[in-house]
C-alpha cells in the first residue's frame, strides 16, 4: 500500500485550522490507519489510531477521520506546539507503510 | 511509565555488522509485540521488522531481509535488532516501538543512530 500525503508543506498561522490528507493506492481494511506527530530531534509520537481514535493524552484538538483510501488529520486551533510533521501509516499487515509527511509549519 | 531506550548505534564500515538492543520497562515486555523503525537523515518513516511477543514471528521490510533478524529475550525485557552486510543507505536513526491498541505503533524509544561509512 503506497500512502500519498498532501501538502507537503502546509503553512498556517496559530489559531487557524489545519486539515492534512493521506491517500492510500488501495483500500486500507478495518481503518487500519495511524498519525504520528515528529518534532525536530523528537521520536515520533501517536496522534490517531483505528483512523478516528486519539491516543492517551492527546488534545481534543487533533481529530481524524475517513476510511477506504482517503483519510484525513484535522487540527482544529493551532497552537505553538504543534507546527511538526505528520505522517499518516497503515498497519494492516507488512509491510507496514508510511505517508511521505506533511510539515505543518508557521506562516 | 513505559520507557524503551536504545543502544549499540555507532560508525560502521560497508559490509559491517551491528547488534542494536532496545530494554524495555515500565510494561510487561512478554506480551507485546515489538517492531523496529528507521528514518535516514531529513527523511521520512520506514518500517524495518516485526517480532510478535513470544518471538514465533517475525517479518521483515524487503530492503533487509537477509541481512537484518530481530530477536527478543523476554527474562531480560531486551529488544534486538541484528545486522549485517550493512550498506550506506543503511545510515538512519533506528527506533523501536512498542505495539499499542489495534497494532498501532504505541510508544517509541528516543533512537539510536547508526551510521555506515567508510
Known amino acids: 500500500v503506497v500512502l500519498t500525503q498532501s501538502p507537503g508543506t502546509l503553512s498556517l498561522s496559530p489559531g487557524e485550522r489545519a486539515t492534512l490528507s493521506c491517500r492510500a493506492s488501495?483500500?486500507?481494511?478495518?481503518?487500519?490507519l495511524a498519525w504520528y506527530q515528529q518534532k525536530p530531534g523528537q521520536a515520533p509520537r501517536l496522534l490517531i489510531y483505528?483512523?478516528?481514535t486519539r491516543a492517551t493524552g492527546v488534545t481534543d484538538r487533533f481529530s481524524g477521520s475517513g476510511s477506504g483510501t482517503d483519510f484525513t488529520l484535522t487540527i482544529s486551533r493551532l497552537e505553538p506546539e504543534d507546527f511538526a510533521v505528520y505522517y499518516c501509516q497503515h498497519y494492516v499487515t507488512s509491510p507496514y507503510t508510511f505517508g511521505q509527511g506533511t510539515k505543518l509549519e508557521i506562516k | 511509565q513505559v520507557q524503551l531506550v536504545e543502544s549499540g548505534g555507532g560508525v560502521v564500515q560497508p559490509g559491517g555488522s551491528l547488534r542494536l538492543s532496545c530494554s524495555a520497562s515500565g510494561f510487561t515486555f512478554s506480551n507485546y509485540d515489538m517492531h523496529w523503525v528507521r528514518q535516514a537523515p531529513g527523511k521520512g518513516l520506514q518500517w524495518v521488522a516485526y517480532?510478535?511477543?513470544?518471538?514465533?514471528?517475525?517479518d521483515f521490510a524487503d530492503s533487509v531481509r537477509g541481512r537484518f533478524t530481530v530477536s527478543r529475550d523476554n527474562s531480560k525485557n531486551i529488544l534486538y535488532l541484528e545486522m549485517s552486510s550493512l550498506r550506506r543507505d543503511d545510515t538512519a536513526m533506528f527506533y523501536c516501538?512498542?505495539?499499542?491498541?489495534?497494532?498501532?505503533?504505541?510508544?517509541w524509544g528516543q533512537g539510536t543512530l547508526v551510521t555506515v561509512s567508510p
Open positions: 483505528g483512523a478516528s
Open positions: 517480532i510478535k511477543f513470544d518471538g514465533s514471528k517475525k
Open positions: 488501495q483500500t486500507i481494511a478495518g481503518s487500519y
Open positions: 516501538v512498542k505495539v499499542g491498541g489495534l497494532g498501532s505503533f504505541h510508544v
